[in-house]
């Protein structure tokens, strides 16, 4: 092969490569996950119906609507206990209205804001505030009761999005610059 | 074919047409199910979210708040118990401390759900005292808005506004009046 041949046949094997390149990174920068912007509209729906569940224990106190934001094998860690609700059944027991107690269908405690998204392979992830606040007699007055954050796994079902896993960390202080690690 | 069976055959066909189109308009709900646009959702949560700014600014004397309700609309609360129409709503957003810079009405949770009116919400609420000159802040008072909404030519509207202080049982019921 003549040196002209061989450098034609050199450049050509490089475009290739490079095309070739270029086709895979596209591929798989299509590939990343994505959400569209229902997806994020029923995540925070999602997210705001927690707190109504959680406060009122609907339906009838029972914690059923609580348990259902979950998929069945949806867990809830809590507290600075750690407390783990794994299924329907220990979710609802979370949410149930003990005998005596005052909760009711027009109770608010659960103030959830600053709502974060993130697409994930899995579905999503997402982290917000919490401030829970009790109220006197009528709604009047009414006192800060804890505060903290949650990390949230969120995976979409045949029912629409629903909490495969959500952990409850309570506010507290530590060293400057440092964030808790992304949901796994 | 005799008289007889043409007279049957075009009485079929009549009856036939108008349980088909019967069928149609009963299957009209059913087939397709009320739903909200992404955009409609985020429309609505910034209907809720101008509410705030309207209500504690006190701007214009009222009726930047009064314009976020359709002009019939019904707010039910507990200091107020019934506002209806614009110049009884403008009233509830002059009555009180306002002033462009005042903050106190924090709300969340903003759950929506189409309905065949338009839609309806409900959101908590957190009254927030907060201190100025140095005084201490602290929490005034606490509950629940229920609303309905409606699309209108100007976008998403207040219908009614209903706002249920935490475990308060209200008086009467919210809901429109008999005309006098």
Not at chain 2, 14 to 23: L, R, Y
Request: charged residues 15%; hydrophobic residues 35%.
């Amino acid at each position: 092969m003549s040196k002209g041949k061989a450098l034609i046949a050199a450049t050509l094997t490089v475009s290739v490569a490079a095309a070739t390149m270029v086709m895979v990174h596209a591929q798989q920068k299509s590939k990343a996950p994505t959400l569209t912007p229902l997806d994020y509209v029923e995540i925070q729906q999602l997210v705001a119906r927690y707190a109504y569940a959680l406060d009122t224990g609907a339906q009838n106190g029972t914690g059923s609507v609580y348990a259902g934001l979950f998929t069945p094998d949806g867990v809830f860690v809590g507290g600075s206990s750690g407390r783990v609700a794994k299924g329907r059944e220990q979710l609802a027991a979370l949410a149930r209205v003990a005998p005596g107690g005052t909760r009711g269908p027009l109770t608010v405690g659960h103030f959830i804001v600053n709502h974060v998204i993130e697409p994930s392979p899995e579905g999503a992830i997402g982290k917000q505030y919490l401030a829970y606040l009790i109220f006197g007699d009528e709604g009047q007055g009414g006192s800060i009761n804890l505060g903290g954050h949650y990390e949230d796994i969120y995976a979409k079902t045949a029912d629409g999005w629903r909490f495969k896993r959500r952990e409850f960390i309570p506010s507290k202080s530590g060293p400057q610059g440092t964030q808790t690690p992304p949901p796994r | 074919m005799s008289k007889v069976n043409v007279l049957a055959a075009v009485l079929a066909l009549g009856v036939a047409t108008a349980v088909g189109i019967q069928a149609q308009r009963n299957g009209r709900g059913s087939a397709k199910p009320v739903t909200l646009t992404a955009e409609d959702y985020i429309e609505i949560q910034q209907l809720v979210a101008r509410y705030p700014y309207a209500l504690n600014s006190g701007a214009n004397n009222g009726y930047v708040m009064a314009d976020l309700f359709t002009p019939d609309a019904i707010f039910c609360g507990r200091a107020v118990l019934y506002s209806q129409g614009r110049d009884q709503l403008a009233a509830l957003a002059r009555g009180r401390r306002s002033g462009p810079a005042y903050t106190v009405h924090f709300s969340t949770n903003h759950v929506i759900d189409p309905s065949p009116e338009g839609a309806t919400g409900k959101l908590y609420l957190v009254v927030l005292d907060i201190g100025e000159d140095g005084k201490p802040s602290s929490i005034n008072q606490g509950g629940h808005y229920d609303d309905v909404y409606v699309k209108t030519p100007n976008g998403w509207r207040f219908k009614l506004r209903n706002y249920m202080p935490s475990n308060w049982v209200p008086p009467q019921p919210c809901a429109p009046r008999p005309q006098r």
